[in-house]
């Protein structure tokens, strides 16, 4: 289970390229990727986004590049020295052809056209960006699979909770369901009403029936173990943990709904307590 809050930052020098890449992730419930500091090499922002979209699933994921290029290693803007000195050469060429006192100067150079910067290489800084962008995520995804064991551990705590809850109405409800029984054979017994025993009794079993919880109990048993197993999944889950939520809450009321023992509501609202635990700590899974 990963968290989808978590840091990395990676830097990393390639033919003369120094990329420093930072990437911070909160809570969304998509994927969205932002890519700052990219503005002046919009080409970049696409293989960044491709990247992060191939390692992570959910959250709203910043990141930031630092680039620089080391000139001694030839790396970042530079003039197209070949054009200048083919440039020179003619300007030169003319000089001399019209006896010009001076040799042509820089400026002349620039004037005519022959002091060009070359465009960078996709392929020449790219590997720096990636290499760096790797450690980065790595960090991050290190850091939201720490969170993301904590969170799993308060989770399983929270279900385990749940669950004695589940334990707990299911040993009460024999004896729950056997007291509405007593109390509606003396009701009708006080009435001084002559019933047949056997029309009695299905009117007792019709009444319990109403109030009978152990399809919600045998459901949210099904939940519980949904849950541990995906506890137990590599793949994000966060979304179905939250729909299991959900169904966690929705079965809960409607046995709330039915219970007629005090005891018995005491612990559904603990049990609902639990659950609205458990989807807010769902809100920051992957």
Known sequence: MRSMTGFGAGAASIDGWRVEATIRSVNHRFLTVRVRSVGERPWLHAQIE?????????????????????EELGAGPDVD???????????????????LETPPTLADLVRAGGFQIRE????????????????ALAALIATREREGALLCDELARLVDAFEDGVDSIEEALPVVLA???ERLR?????LDVTMAP??????????????????????L????????????RAAPVGKELDFLGQEFLREIN???????????????????MRVEQMREQVQNVE
């Not at 409607?254 to 609902?272: N, P």
């Open 179 to 181: 007291g509405l029984r």
């Open 186 to 190: 003396e009701r009708i017994e006080g």
């Open 120 to 135: 960078e290489s996709d392929e020449a800084l790219w590997p720096a960006v990636e290499r760096a962008l790797d450690q």
């Open 221 to 232: 048993k099904g939940h519980v173990a949904r849950a541990r197993e995906l506890f137990r």
């Open 50 to 70: 491709e990247k992060l979209r191939g390692a992570l699933s959910r959250g709203d994921v910043g990141v930031w590049l630092s680039i620089e290029g080391n």
């Open 254 to 272: 409607t046995l709330g709904s039915k219970a007629r023992d005090s005891e018995i509501v005491g612990t559904v609202l603990d049990m609902k």
């Open 81 to 99: 020295r070949a054009l200048a000195r083919r440039v020179h050469e003619a300007l030169r060429a003319l000089s001399d052809e019209l006896k």
């Open 198 to 219: 056997d029309r009695l009794e299905a009117e007792v079993v019709l009444y319990a029936d109403r109030y009978d919880v152990q399809e919600e109990l045998v459901r």
